[in-house]
């Protein structure tokens, strides 16, 4: 049985692996747009973060299979790309593992503003995302707001209070390290609509904030107030209760002195971005409480915070492949345990796995049951699956048709320019963050 993977993130990988695992006759293709694999591991988890980027080495052993080939660099759907249906031509089956590849939006006045961003714009670009811009998201800032209180709220402004000194051992693009280095922001304001006992963020991420060098972390107690929860936590599952205990802790301390200043904030909506010389200038906030259904309401109390660079961090949201249904409410592919749907009927060859079939939840770990549970209902519609006919190689199909993908020796080409790079700048590996440069670099294998 031949399969296609599309995706080489957390997702696409876990498939590949249970497959191989499940079946000792089944050959593999992971499929990537891009021609480096890994997904958000490589794009989306914060430089700093070496401990949860060193799960690539996992990855890398799965793609390292002898049943397992990677072939980056190919699209499918959409202009240029392989049609859905032409992919369900070569292979015996197909497994969708796209992820969720756009960010949700406040849908408030201003937020088409310069100096308004989604987190996901800027990780892109601190994370060397060949599709990032320049976007000067830095020129002229010397505060920001953080929308969100997420992990991914607290990676971009851990970046932002960062210096040099702490992220020149990563693999930060140069030209993003020397725009954060010589930065001129001063406080960042990360700021959530409910109260703390439902942030989103996980203690370990929230405790770093604290050990930033010279770095104030402030928290309002009267704002933390607001939060039922706050006064007794003890009724609270374990990882919200440490968060409270985390942030009473900082509420508890006197002001001190420091480059920079990061104030969580608590029980505030974004109403408006308001612009000041063409471009964001504050964001307006109506004060929130509780409406005793897990929800807030406004209080009609508004307050302006200052900021030239406002950041959303509200989630992520799948989006539509042409040439497979798509719900439009949950931003997922309709699925029966990673079968695809279609109508009302089960779609014989296609599924889904990841965050396009279940919705952008849960940490990398949990992409590794919903993997095994797809790639489980794959293997039981084997029989009926391999009576069709597909070509002995579909990688010589995709060259007739002109598609030449980077192939894991194209791969290894990449991370050695990479490291020839971070040597020569006298650094460690530092990311190629253009298409040009990793394609080129790809080119460098032998073949």
């Known amino acids: 049985m031949r399969v296609a993977v599309v995706g080489s993130g957390p997702s696409g990988c876990y498939t590949a692996q249970s497959l191989v695992q499940l079946d000792s006759e089944v050959f593999v293709d992971v499929l990537d747009r891009l021609p480096c694999p890994y997904g958000l591991v490589r794009y989306g988890v914060a430089p700093d973060h070496e401990k949860i980027k060193s799960l690539q080495g996992s990855l890398r052993t799965v793609l390292e299979h002898d049943r397992v080939r990677f072939l980056g660099g190919v ?101 993003a390290l020397s725009t954060l280095a010589a930065s001129g922001v001063r406080e960042v304001q990360m700021v959530g609509r409910r109260g703390p006992s439902q942030a989103r963020f996980t203690t370990k991420e929230l405790r770093e904030l604290g050990s930033l060098p010279d770095t104030e972390v402030a928290v309002d107690p009267a704002e933390l107030a607001l939060d039922p929860a706050y006064a007794d936590p003890s009724g609270l599952p374990a ?21 920079h200043h990061i104030r969580l904030r608590f029980c505030l909506r974004p109403v408006e971005l308001l612009a000041e010389g063409g471009r964001v200038g504050a964001v307006r906030f109506e004060r929130t409480a509780p409406d005793g259904q897990g929800g807030v309401t406004g209080t009609g109390r508004f307050e302006d915070v200052a900021a030239q660079l406002v950041l959303r961090s509200v989630g992520y949201r799948g989006v539509p492949l042409e040439g497979l249904p798509f719900d439009t409410a949950s931003g997922t592919v309709p699925n029966v345990q990673g079968r695809v749907v279609r109508g009302s009927a089960v779609s014989p060859g296609e599924y889904v796995a990841g965050w396009i079939k279940r919705g952008p939840t849960g940490v990398i770990g949990t992409n590794r049951p919903c993997a095994k549970e797809t790639a489980t209902s794959l293997v039981a519609d084997a029989p009926a699956l391999v009576r069709k006919a597909v070509p002995d190689d579909p990688l010589a199909v995709l060259r007739a048709a002109g598609i030449e993908p980077v192939p894991w020796a194209g791969w ?11 040597a020569s700048l006298g650094r460690s590996v530092v990311k190629l963050a253009d298409w040009e440069s990793l394609l080129a670099a790809a080119r460098t294998a032998a073949p």
Do not use: K
């Open 75 to 175: 699209r499918v759907g959409g202009p240029g790309g392989v049609p859905v249906r032409r992919l369900r031509e070569l292979y015996h089956a197909v497994v969708y593992c796209v992820g969720a590849a756009t960010d949700r939006h406040l849908g408030i006045p201003g937020e088409e503003l310069p100096g308004s961003w989604s987190a996901t714009e800027f990780v892109a670009w601190y994370s060397a995302h060949p599709d990032a811009v320049e976007a000067g998201f830095l020129t002229g800032v010397r505060s920001a707001v953080v929308i969100g209180v997420g992990n991914v709220a607290v990676d971009v402004t851990r970046m932002l209070a960062r210096g040099a000194a702490e992220l020149s051992p990563t693999d930060m693009p140069q030209a």
């Open 412 to 422: 290894q080409a990449i991370e050695r320019a990479e490291a020839a790079l971070g």
């Open 239 to 259: 990882p919200q209760r440490r968060n409270v205990e985390v942030l009473r802790g900082w509420a508890e301390r006197p002001p001190a002195e420091a480059a």
